[in-house]
């Protein structure tokens, strides 16, 4: 069965400052992975995806993310927050013929 | 807009009650996901249709139920409603992929409140 875990359910950093939110997975199989992004009273929109291609990930909106397979994590960074990156983000797996599985996501708070 | 569309988007009712949640997933794609999010378990995986077939079930409670139709707009229903089924029902549409990775588009979702 694959799972994601996120580490810390709520991360507050300064505008301008390094976002980093962390996610690990487990899989039995090679795992496609996903960000995604929910606004508050909307639906969850995709940041990125890794599919086997490069490790390092580009998204939208300046968001990146790097598969290392050795620590089975994928964590997202931004170098630099802006107000609007507050929103709740999720990690997600799946082997490609399963549904994604998400982990319970991380808030992320940006102060002026 | 994503282009998957959801109604109602909020909907109060009573325990014991049934209701149907109406998903149109978006233009050419052929699976519908149906997702449940609330605080205390975060996004739980419900059940897939693909081209009208049940094609994966996740923790659906036996009081639901869901199907997919000829011109693949689904629906969920859900009866005998308790309050702990309270929550926000998201579906979410995708086209398969050459790669193998399914991206769901996800609609803006159907809060249900149960009183």
């Known amino acids: 069965a694959q799972s994601v875990t996120q580490l810390g359910s709520h991360v507050s950093v300064s505008e301008g400052a390094l976002v980093l939110l962390r996610c690990n997975y487990s899989?039995?199989?090679?795992?496609?992975l996903f960000w995604y992004v929910q606004y508050p009273n909307q639906g969850l929109q995709l940041l990125l995806k890794?599919?086997?291609?490069?490790?390092l990930v580009k998204g939208i909106n300046g968001f990146e993310a790097e598969f290392k397979k050795s620590e089975t994590s994928f964590h997202l960074t931004k170098p630099s927050a802006h107000m609007s990156d507050a929103a709740e983000y999720f990690c997600?797996?799946?082997?490609?013929?399963?549904?994604?599985?998400f982990g319970k996501g991380t808030r992320l708070s940006v102060i002026a | 807009d994503s282009g998957v569309t959801q109604t109602p988007k909020h909907l109060i009712t009573a325990t014991g009650q049934r209701v149907t949640l109406r998903c149109s997933p978006r233009?050419?794609?052929?699976?519908v996901y149906w997702y449940q999010q609330s605080l205390d378990q975060g996004l739980q995986f419900l059940i897939q249709?693909?081209?009208?077939?049940?094609?994966a079930k996740g923790n659906i409670l036996e009081r639901f139920s869901a199907q997919q139709f000829p011109d693949l707009h689904s629906e969920l229903n859900l009866s005998s409603l308790e309050l702990g089924d309270s929550a926000l029902y998201f579906c979410?549409?995708?086209?398969?992929?050459?790669?193998?990775?399914?991206?769901?588009?996800f609609g803006a979702g159907s809060r249900l409140t149960v009183l």
């Open positions: 233009s050419g794609d052929l699976s």
């Open positions: 979410a549409s995708s086209v398969p992929t050459g790669s193998g990775a399914n991206v769901l588009t």
């Open positions: 249709y693909y081209n009208g077939e049940e094609r």
């Open positions: 997600a797996v799946s082997s490609g013929n399963t549904p994604l599985v």
């Open positions: 890794y599919t086997s291609a490069a490790t």
């Open positions: 899989s039995s199989v090679p795992p496609y």
